[in-house]
């Protein structure tokens, strides 16, 4: 007995004499890259039933010559869609989607890998396994362009160059953020013209921008972060609103003139429902120095409990000002008050009980979050590890049942490095000793 749930078949097993339905005319190379798409039974039996002829969308045809891609296939990076139009016309299309490897085949795992950095010596290994990249201003001219160690004999010398190269190494498969260089004195026409020559390096399809949170900072104020002591007179709790916002209106404007955003510098869970509204492509959950934070605080905060030594405390106004939970003015602020905001943080941050104690308490409630959200296309990029547990951490928090239904939704980034730490253990040595002497006995 034939067993229906075992049969597949292909796009091309629905043309020919007995359905009727044909190719449109002069699509017929676009629909030998696809020819081969696997399809269900009840997919064959919808388009017998309402299409007479299969053509290809624009988008298809559109990326296709942007990627130069070779003959009988499609990219990676995009996904098919089917769109069922005027004169019962079938129309094969693609869509961005970075879950997916070439020919429509979705990526070996739900969960999506990202590296952060702008060197293409570093990334080239590793270019085939990620589905984004994101660079900042430091990265790139920082820790690349202006590090001899790094960008080796020079060869590189402007931020354009450096994005040329990655964009060619990534291929179309790969989304790259960018972020834009002045996000508070730069006008709207000068941030669009901006993403407008990033669109033009990398194309519509792969370029993301990055905007980071801008908190109390202005173009009034944002001086006092380069010059003196780099400190801001201003809490971060007590701006004015409209910059509080102003990156707010930067993804708006962003999103409605058809970039796709990375909403960053988000550090504590209760920025991201502000930030969901403001309609991005990717959010963020920075893990690393909020758990080193709040373990200095509790630290010294039970070092004065247990001891009455003022000094700890002391300690700690002077750590909490040099974290700018208090400004440049607050340097005084009175004990009571820093004890009592430390612990706050603490608590909000679950540091004391299973939600938070790994650091990953951001993660959980942005997924859970986005579980909630409309925007369908969102992602979470978990991202600024190190040490010998985020990654280890954050790999366990993904098996919990909890989270079963939103892998998809995840996006883990780092430098190169730290990923390439945890593809290997001591075992792995210890086994390639073992191999490689063997074989050097044989020979």
């Known amino acids: 007995m034939l067993n229906f749930d075992q049969v597949t078949c292909t796009l091309k097993s629905v043309l020919g004499k007995e359905t009727g339905i044909a190719v449109v005319r002069g699509d017929e190379d676009y629909f030998n890259r696809v020819a081969d798409y696997e399809i269900s039974l009840d997919m064959y039996d919808q388009i017998i039933n309402y299409a007479q002829f299969i053509g290809i969308g624009e988008t298809f045809k ?16 995009f996904k098919l869609v089917f769109n069922l139009e005027a004169d019962a016309v079938l129309k094969v299309d693609l869509k961005r989607d970075i879950a997916y490897d070439k020919n ?19 990334i080239e290994p590793c270019a085939p396994l990620v589905a ?21 004999g020079g060869k590189f010398k402007t931020r354009d160059e450096v994005m040329a190269e990655l964009g060619r190494i990534l291929g179309p498969g790969c989304d790259i953020s960018v972020e834009l260089n002045d996000p508070f004195g730069a006008s709207e026409s000068q941030i669009l013209e901006e993403a407008e020559k990033f669109r033009e390096m990398l194309t519509d399809y792969r370029v ?4 980071p949170h801008t908190g109390p900072v202005n173009k009034d104020n944002v001086g006092e972060l380069l010059e003196g ?17 102003r990156a707010h209106q930067l993804a708006l404007l962003l999103h409605d003139n058809g970039f796709r955003v990375n909403y960053t510098l988000m550090f504590e869970p209760y920025q991201t429902n502000m930030a969901l509204q403001a309609k991005p492509y990717f959010i963020n959950s920075f893990v690393r120095h909020r758990l080193i934070q709040s373990n200095r605080m509790a630290t010294l905060v039970e070092a004065y409990k247990t001891s009455k030594n003022r000094d700890y405390i002391k300690q700690l106004r002077d750590f909490m000002v040099t974290n700018d939970y208090f400004s440049s003015k607050e340097t005084d602020v009175d004990l009571l008050t820093v004890i009592e905001t430390a612990e706050r943080f603490v608590e909000y941050r ?19 979050m986005l ?3 409309n925007l369908e296309d969102t992602r979470l990029i978990v991202c600024s590890m190190e040490g010998e547990n985020n990654y280890p951490d954050i790999d366990k928090l993904l098996t919990e049942d909890e989270f079963a239904d939103m ?24 086994y390639q000793r073992r191999f490689m002497n063997a074989a050097k006995g044989q020979k």
Do not use: W
């Open 407 to 430: 892998l998809d939704k995840v996006v883990i980034t780092a430098e190169p490095g730290y990923l390439a730490r945890f593809t290997a253990n001591n075992q792995v040595v210890s």
């Open 229 to 245: 002591d780099k400190r801001l007179s201003v809490s971060y709790k007590g701006g004015a609103t409209k910059d509080y916002f």
């Open 132 to 152: 984004n990249l994101t660079c900042n201003p430091g990265i790139i001219y920082d820790l690349f362009i202006n590090n001899p160690k790094a960008n080796v």
């Open 208 to 211: 993301v921008i990055k905007v």
């Open 104 to 122: 429509g085949k979705r990526r070996p795992t739900e969960i999506l890998f990202s590296v952060d950095s702008a060197n293409p010596y570093e």
């Open 350 to 368: 679950n540091y004391k009980n299973p939600e938070g104690a790994d650091g990953l308490d951001s993660m959980r409630h942005n997924l859970r």
């Open 371 to 373: 579980r909630q959200c």
């Open 62 to 77: 559109d990326v296709i010559k942007t990627f130069d891609v070779p003959e009988g296939e499609t990219p990676a990076g």
